[in-house]
């Protein structure tokens, strides 16, 4: 025991070491660059979990429009009046949507006695004063019946938010769906828990029946693409600037089998025309309305560009194939990039067009599979070599990444994730500073400190920005990054720790998201090296682009640190006047919800006393990114 806390120089002494050591000081090295920040590293990873897709970024806002979510049952629609429902197999819409819902209407229904469906959508349709809504649906009735009404309403049917008629149904399915549009007033609620009706009130003799198939119901959608995304998710991706979209998972491109995969040509062309699959990784019926265009458009709106998974033979449950069975999951991938980036003349890139996007997407990354290490068969090798070698025949300039090592190709990226505890995170931020510089390159296409539920808690971000420093640091090795799972709606959250969460009305995102941000979007394109010396529970990274110079330092300790810092081989010098950028909370277990989603936000401030040789003291639980200007 001492009396009092010893100096650095008492602690040196008395273990032995030249003072030095032991006091502590950040240095970064201005006059003696390291290597390039990789131009595409931070990007997104999306795949369908937690209703990210469907109830999520997909701004449909129907629940099983397409009556496939279930065999026996129409779940989520529920009758209205004295109409009773029921799936009905031997009235299909075409091939692909193949039945639809029946309604048995009530005789004597009139005015003031309507019958129908009702829809519950993804834990209620929301609704807004002011906003024009585009709903589409295919009907046809036993008799030429009409009009049909569709309303958004309450969930109690007491109140009519917004409604547009059909005038007349006739016997047949048209070719296309009816499409409407219902405008909210101005004194509309905010509602979160509106319902989606399709009803008459036309005349009705007994055992007259009406079928629907497709109702869907749009709000409008982020830069107003039909069948598009929703606008506040889609505003907190291009806010974070993402250089590339990993897509379509995860899980979510291997399905649990064979026959529950993303299969991408069920995923294009008119969305009445797409089967849908159970999404059985995690529990719910996809309709694949947000299919690979939707996908690639997406990318666009983000100005990113694709990370394209492949379904490369292996799914969770262990099916996998192999051989000559395996050909023709080959040929769905070269197609699949020839959809992608062919010329209009290509098979695939007519199709692309007649879909409505001539003009071919870039494509630089193709992920064959994903998380391969758990085929215990072993098999991955002779499918990625497969998959590598039909690629890079037709398309050299692609560079393949692995998602587990191969032995019998060179893969030009390998993927690795990491799902960690905050604490393991923030260790981690040295993992790759000794890597073999020669070794295959690095995609991290999932990590997460996982802490926080149904997003990460101020803990947990510090382990992310921790260990994303040490990508940064690291990124002539790895060379892009992204953290998963991107999405969870609060109702269903499948995977407890998510960078952002919403219901159906609003969405928030984490510290996590602020601390990717900060460290994303004040970067330079070159890294400093940086070396902390007596500085525990500190990680850092330094980069600069021209006169800016930009300093992470995040402190994972619960008490205020000064961090002396020396800015060596300053050709002249450094500004007095910085700016400083600081994310911090009350405590490891502060967070942002739903409710509070401003609890953690980054300030900036400007701060004084910038120099080649200064002191800047950071909060406790914090990430600070300095901005300094070099004279
Ligand atoms: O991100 C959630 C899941 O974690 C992904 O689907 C899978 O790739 C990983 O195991």
């Not at 560009?305 to 292996?314: I, N, T």
């Not at 870039?362 to 070599?385: C, K």
């Not at 981690?428 to 997003?455: L, M």
């Not at 990460?456 to 971000?461: I, K």
Request: aromatic share 8%; net charge negative.
């Amino acid at each position: 025991m001492f009396p009092s806390v010893l100096t650095p120089e008492q602690v040196a002494a008395l273990a032995g070491v030249p003072a030095q050591t032991t006091t502590p000081l950040l240095s970064v090295d201005v006059g003696n660059p390291g290597h390039a920040v990789s131009p595409v590293l931070p990007g997104v990873m999306f795949e369908d979990i937690n209703h990210s897709g469907e109830g999520g970024i997909y701004a449909e806002l129907v629940q099983n429009r397409s009556m496939m979510a279930d065999d026996s049952t129409p779940v989520h629609w529920s009758a209205v009046g004295e109409a009773t429902l029921a799936l009905d197999t031997t009235t299909p819409l075409n091939a692909a949507l193949d039945r639809s819902l029946k309604v048995v209407l009530p005789s004597g229904a009139g005015a003031g006695n309507r019958a129908g469906v009702a829809n519950d959508g993804f834990w209620g349709i929301p609704v807004r004063p002011g906003t024009t809504y585009t709903a589409r649906l295919f009907a046809k009735a036993s008799k030429r019946i009409g009009p049909l009404t569709v309303a958004i309403e309450s969930a109690d049917g007491a109140t009519v938010y917004a409604s547009a008629h059909v005038p007349h149904i006739g016997t047949a399915f048209p070719g296309r769906p009816f499409e409407l549009t219902l405008r909210t007033g101005s004194r509309t609620p905010v509602a979160g828990d509106a319902r989606l009706t399709v009803t008459t009130a036309a005349p009705t003799a007994a055992g007259e029946t009406l079928w629907l198939q497709h109702v869907s119901l749009f709000p409008p959608t982020h830069h107003n693409r039909p069948n598009g995304l929703r606008v506040d998710l889609m505003d907190k991706l291009v806010a974070l600037k993402p250089k590339f979209l990993r897509f379509p998972g995860g899980n979510f491109v291997e399905g649990n089998t064979v026959a529950t995969r993303f299969n991408w040509k069920n995923t294009i062309g008119p969305v009445w025309e797409r089967p849908g699959h159970m999404d059985d990784a995690w529990g719910y019926w996809s309709t694949d309305g947000l299919g690979l265009l939707e996908y690639l458009e997406w990318v666009e709106d983000l100005h990113a560009q694709p990370v394209l998974a492949v379904y490369a033979g292996y799914s969770l449950k262990g099916e996998h194939v192999t051989g000559d069975k395996l050909q023709p999951f080959v040929q769905d991938a070269l197609d699949e990039i020839e959809y992608v980036t062919g010329p209009v003349t290509s098979t695939w890139g007519a199709r692309r067009a007649a879909d409505g996007h001539p003009e071919p997407f870039p494509l630089e990354f193709v992920e064959i599979g994903n998380e391969d290490w758990f085929d215990s068969s072993g098999s991955y090798d002779e499918r990625f070599a497969a998959f590598h070698d039909a690629i890079k025949a037709k398309y050299p300039q692609l560079k393949l990444i692995a998602t587990t090592p191969v032995t019998s190709r060179t893969p030009d990226l390998i993927d690795e994730h990491y799902y960690l505890a905050p604490s393991a995170a923030q260790a981690s931020t040295h993992k790759y500073d000794d890597r073999d510089r020669n070794a295959t390159k690095v995609f991290v296409g999932e990590w997460a400190a996982q802490e926080g539920r149904p997003t990460p808690d101020l803990n947990a971000a510090l382990g992310d920005a921790a260990w994303l420093a040490g990508l940064i640091r690291n990124s002539d090795q790895v060379l892009m990054e992204c953290y998963a799972p991107l999405f969870s709606h609060v109702k269903n959250n499948v995977w407890a720790t998510n960078l952002i969460a919403y219901d159906n009305l609003t969405s928030y995102v984490s510290p996590s998201y602020w601390a990717q941000h900060m460290l994303t979007s004040r970067l330079g394109d070159t890294v400093l090296r940086a070396t902390a010396r007596a500085l525990p529970g500190l990680a850092t990274v330094a980069t600069r682009s021209g006169n800016r110079l930009y300093l992470a330092v995040v402190n994972c300790r619960t008490h205020q640190l000064d961090v002396p810092i020396e800015l060596k081989g300053l050709a002249r010098g450094v500004r007095r006047k910085a700016t400083a950028t600081v994310l911090t909370g009350p405590s490891r277990a502060a967070t942002n919800t739903l409710a509070e989603p401003d609890t953690l936000v980054p300030r900036t401030s400007t701060v004084t006393g910038a120099a080649a040789s200064f002191t800047s003291t950071v909060p406790p639980l914090s990430v600070t990114v300095l901005e300094l200007v070099l004279t």
